[in-house]
């Protein structure tokens, strides 16, 4: 039986062409900056977002905490979104490896921060307060792109305030492709962007955090420090940079499939979804309470993964093709008739 995998985009399956290029990948100690292939795909997404330069990392994870560690030092603080990944998803790094204090504030609906709210979190210069540093936010948001303009007032504050500004951009492809700008454009207005590899985009392992040389290096350490150094990390990078190369404009599918499936599932009484909030490859679902729970299980028997309770996020990928949503579709109307 076919799987149709919606839980996320990180349970992708390496293409041929990857698995070929990650068996042909000429690889050296990456750790002396001796790995040809990790050495080509850090310029190549270096160049593609405008930076200086790029880390080859294990995980957004890493990528993120290498980016807080860089901009800020002990007793330091970052402002970030109350749901943000780097934030809430990973494990207090920031505060248990690098002594570096949290500042959330609340999400607006479309996945920005209130620039009024982040000015009235920036600690006062004064020796009771923790000194914040930086602002991080993050691209897409729950699915939602953020706005060009709204990236543009966020760095003139920044620079007023005289706060460094990263980008946990996961999912910053699926946002340029969304927007029809090349992603160097949204990358434009940050001091450091994390990229995952691993994502929409593919690839089997790895993220990229870009920025100025100087940021770069200072990430370069702490990552050895992590003991994130690797040594033939070529074979790793080769499925990066077919990622790089071949899966960026292809997203455009994976949002179309978004939309169709939030379509198709609006037309189910029992379900809450709006096709117009479908921006990327996210949909968020509500099902009535008590067919929530079942649900999960009735799909499952025909190959169906999700996850979330009671909101489902359903997350399409280049492993679900048109024809998977239309079997979606059809499985859940047949669980509710
Ligand atoms: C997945 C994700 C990360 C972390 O990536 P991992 O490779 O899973 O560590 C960071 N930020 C966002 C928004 C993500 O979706």
């Not at 000429?26 to 977002?49: F, I, K």
């Not at 370069?220 to 040594?231: E, F, I, P, S, T």
């Amino acid at each position: 039986m076919r799987q149709i995998d919606l839980r996320s985009d990180t349970v992708t399956q390496p293409t041929r062409a990857m698995r070929a290029a990650m068996a042909e990948a000429a690889v050296g100690d990456d750790v002396y900056g001796e790995d040809p292939t990790v050495n080509r795909l850090e310029s190549m997404a270096a160049a593609m977002l405008g930076m200086e330069a790029a880390l080859f990392v294990a995980s957004g994870t890493q990528s993120n905490l290498l980016a807080l560690m860089s901009h800020c030092g002990r007793g330091d603080e970052y402002i970030a979104g109350q749901e943000a990944h780097c934030y809430k998803c990973e494990g207090g790094g920031a505060a248990v490896l690098g002594s570096i204090q949290p500042q959330p504030i609340d999400f607006e609906p479309d996945g920005t921060l209130d620039l009024g709210k982040v000015a009235r979190a920036i600690k006062p210069s004064d020796h009771h307060f923790a000194r914040t540093r930086l602002l991080c936010l993050e691209n897409t948001q729950w699915g939602m792109v953020l706005p060009l303009d709204y990236l543009a007032e966020a760095r003139a504050f920044t620079l007023e305030r005289e706060l460094a500004l990263h980008l946990d951009g996961a999912r910053i492809f699926n946002a340029a492709v969304k927007q029809g700008v090349e992603v160097a454009e949204i990358a434009r207005h940050f001091d450091s962007v994390s990229v995952c590899l691993s994502k929409g985009l593919g690839a089997p392992v790895g993220s990229l955090l870009c920025g100025s040389s100087h940021l770069v290096e200072i990430a370069r350490r702490w990552r050895k420090v992590l003991g994130g150094g690797m040594r033939q990390a070529g074979v790793l990078a080769a499925a990066g940079i077919v990622a790089l190369s071949g899966h960026v404009e292809r997203l455009a599918e994976d949002h179309d499939n978004a939309r169709q499936l939030a379509l198709g599932l609006s037309q189910i009484k029992e379900l809450q979804v709006d096709p117009a909030r479908v921006q990327t490859n996210m949909v968020f679902v509500r099902v009535a309470g008590k067919d929530a729970a079942p649900l999960a299980g009735f799909l499952e028997e025909r190959g169906i993964m999700i996850f979330g309770q009671p909101t489902l996020r359903l997350v399409t990928h280049l492993d679900v093709s048109a024809d998977d949503v239309d079997t979606v579709i059809k499985a859940f109307r047949d669980y509710f008739s």
